[in-house]
């Protein structure tokens, strides 16, 4: 408990410490970390951090146990998970992932003072400050997690919500007449994109909205979508997101499928009276 303690002491006074649990829209609860602490007691978890690239020791709590103290085992039925961020970042996971490795609630670092890692992004190396909590899983041992890279590990987590996603996410959703290829780019969207960008109004806020008020189809070419999804920085040095995983399976079938979906999302654009929806920043 003297890690738990030192940890809560040394986060900044204005990072809220806890983290907000929903059920399909409804809120069921909002636990601090003292009360986190009250479900299972933290552990030293030791991980290959995507972000460093290199082994990190954090004190944290396993997921599944908290899930089990706020939702009963019952969650183990449920779709997907929805994780939500401070700074508009949402990650959706499928259940079955979750269940299949080690996912832990992450609060400090054990190697070095300060909750927080090095991440290289728009063309340098930020210091990147992780409260509330920061989403780690057991990956060491395990190549298919490595593969990954930083696909599910979200920080400063402040919201954890079990969700449908035709319900939560229906105006993303390709229409009835889109092709094999764009509804497969709807599932790669969804897994690899809509944590940062939204479709319609829905999904993350770190970047744009990609379909309203225009989509990008509509002002860039395939060649040039092609090569800003591989690699962004190879067109702007400073761009800030990231290059598309280059160990994902099936990667440039992938980026085209993408591609198809952000084209069949270009003719299901929501009426609206002002030109467009909140999205995007």
């Known amino acids: 408990m003297g890690a738990l303690l030192a940890a809560i002491g040394c986060v900044d006074s204005d990072t809220e410490r806890v983290l907000r649990f929903a059920r399909h829209g409804d809120p069921v609860a909002t636990m601090t970390i003292e009360e986190l602490a009250s479900v299972t007691m933290p552990r030293s978890v030791r991980v290959f951090d995507p972000y460093e690239g290199q082994p990190i020791d954090f004190e944290a709590f396993p997921l599944a146990t908290v899930l089990d103290a706020v939702f009963s085992p019952a969650w183990r039925e449920e779709e997907e998970i929805l994780f939500t961020c401070s700074d508009g970042y949402q990650p959706t996971l499928p259940v079955p992932r979750v269940l299949a490795h080690a996912a832990w609630l992450a609060f400090d670092r054990v190697d070095r003072e300060g909750f927080s890692i090095e991440k290289f992004?728009?063309?340098?190396?930020?210091?990147?400050?992780?409260?509330?909590?920061?989403?780690?899983?057991?990956?060491?041992?395990?190549?298919?997690?490595?593969?990954?890279?930083?696909?599910?590990?979200?920080?400063?987590?402040?919201?954890?919500?079990?969700?449908?996603?035709?319900?939560?996410?229906?105006?993303?959703?390709?229409?009835?007449?889109?092709?094999?290829?764009?509804?497969?780019?709807?599932?790669?969207?969804?897994?690899l994109c809509s944590r940062c960008h939204a479709i319609n109004g829905e999904g993350g806020t770190i970047g744009p909205d990609l379909n309203v008020p225009v989509n990008p189809v509509e002002f860039r070419d395939r060649e040039w979508l092609r090569r800003w999804i591989d690699d962004p920085s190879a067109i702007l040095p400073t761009a800030r997101m990231p290059r598309l995983n280059p160990a994902l399976p099936e990667r440039d079938e992938t980026i085209d499928r993408i591609i198809e979906y952000l084209e069949a999302m270009a003719g299901a654009r929501p009426n609206t009276d002002g030109g467009g929806s909140p999205g995007g920043r």
């Open 121 to 191: 992004e728009s063309g340098t190396n930020h210091r990147i400050q992780l409260a509330p909590f920061y989403l780690v899983w057991e990956n060491l041992d395990d190549e298919e997690l490595r593969g990954e890279g930083d696909y599910g590990w979200p920080y400063q987590l402040v919201g954890i919500e079990l969700i449908r996603a035709s319900e939560r996410f229906p105006a993303m959703v390709p229409p009835d007449d889109a092709s094999p290829d764009a509804i497969a780019g709807f599932s790669a969207f969804r897994r």
